[in-house]
């Protein structure tokens, strides 16, 4: 290993310098006092708990994706945490416990033993918000309405809104008593959205013309809001489940774009994104010239269950690093400059800090001038005492 390489981190990880820094500091203000003006009670979860209680309730795929290691004071194993959602259903089915609904809302740092197959990450930031306690669509309306929001605020113009719903497929498969093997083979045609391979996995394994139709019909049912009608025609011989799912995403459809008339919506009934996660509404918020969602989250029920209290619930979470990109930091090259010394320097700069300005005061010898600390203004003495002024276009060109 040579000197360099002693500083090179690891696959995944990465450091966050200036001004980026402040950006994103920026956004998570923003996006805290978004949450607590709508109600929401901040939490911090620890970095690391015990693996019996940060894997209880979750899939495998999270139990891929985090990093284990043993306590030295019991010999038990931990893990870090590599998506807060269920570290917050704990704090509210088990620690909080109380009544009607919560709202509950984070920013920190996960940790990933894997890239995101999305973003190359391994070490984001989490940002997002959890209301417990609510079932009806009043509470999927209130998040969606958030996460929209949220991307607003950190700068978002154009928005592509992407909605699914997993009771949809759920429904379909319950009705056709496929076996485990089966309907392993039904999702994963699905997922890959080929119409030729679902077809021969549904005609080898469901009974009724009518369901193995609907099933069929699933891999085209995605478009625009017309995909809506279509599927309430297509799918009329489906499960009342099937049907109450149509009208939830109909309600939230109406709701959503009732305040935000920008949105592009974009809706997909074979979307299996979460499925051993999610039992409702799902959604994907989309920014152009970013190739992943900057908002993912949906309704996910059963979660709470296995802390010993089941609770409805629904939230979404936003990757901090990703937003911080949205749009330029109105910070940055706003700092004061002053001098190493002078009479009455100590009191103005003092007043300047008071107000909430950036002031960056010179070291005795310092070479490196005031550009390079992200100063357009500068402090001189006056007749009249020290003065904010522009720095001259010819002053410190680095």
Not at 118 to 143: C, K, N, T
Not at 325 to 339: F, N, Q, T, Y
Request: aromatic residues 6%.
């Amino acid at each position: 290993m040579t000197i360099a390489d002693r500083w090179l981190l690891p696959d995944g990880m990465d450091e966050v310098l200036p001004p980026q820094a402040s950006r994103m500091e920026e956004v998570r203000r923003a996006l805290l006092d978004l949450y607590h003006s709508w109600g929401y009670d901040q939490v911090m979860p620890p970095p690391v708990e015990f693996l019996d209680s940060l894997l209880t309730g979750t899939g495998t795929e999270l139990d891929l994706q985090t990093f284990k290691l043993t306590d030295q004071m019991t010999g038990r194993m931990m893990g870090a945490s590599a998506d807060v959602t269920p570290q917050v259903a704990r704090m509210d089915a088990h620690s909080l416990k109380r009544q009607g609904p919560v709202r509950l809302c984070y920013c920190a740092n996960v940790l990933r033993a894997k890239p995101d197959q999305y973003q190359a990450g391994r070490s984001p930031i989490q940002v997002g918000l959890e209301l417990f306690g609510h079932a009806g669509l009043e509470a999927d309306l209130e998040v969606l309405r958030l996460a929209l929001t949220s991307l607003a605020v950190a700068g978002a113009g154009e928005v592509h809104l992407a909605l699914g719903h997993i009771g949809i497929y759920r429904a379909l498969v319950e009705a056709a008593e496929l076996s485990r093997e089966e309907e392993r083979a039904v999702f994963q045609a699905l997922e890959l959205k080929s119409p030729g391979e679902l077809s021969r996995c549904i005609e080898s394994s469901v009974a009724d013309p009518a369901l193995a139709r609907m099933l069929r019909a699933l891999a085209t049912l995605h478009g625009g809001s017309e995909v809506l009608e279509e599927a309430r025609q297509t799918l009329a011989e489906a499960p009342p489940a099937v049907r109450d799912a149509l009208e939830q995403l109909r309600a939230l459809h109406e709701g959503v774009a009732a305040e935000h008339p920008e949105v592009e919506f974009y809706f997909d009934l074979a979307e299996l994104r979460g499925y051993q996660y999610h039992t409702g509404m799902m959604f994907s918020a989309f920014v152009p010239g970013f190739g992943q969602a900057l908002a993912k989250g949906g309704r996910y029920d059963d979660t709470g269950r296995a802390f010993g209290r089941a609770r409805p619930a629904t939230g979404f979470s936003l990757e901090l690093k990703l937003l911080a990109g949205l749009a330029p930091g109105a910070r940055e090259d706003g700092g004061i400059w002053a001098p190493a010394e002078g009479e009455g320097l100590a009191e103005a700069i003092s007043r300047l800090r008071a107000r909430g300005e950036r002031v960056v005061q010179a070291m005795p010898g310092q070479e490196t001038g005031p550009r390079q600390h992200h100063c357009r203004r500068q402090l001189v003495c006056h007749d009249q005492g020290w003065q904010v002024s522009e720095l001259p276009t010819s002053e410190d060109p680095s």
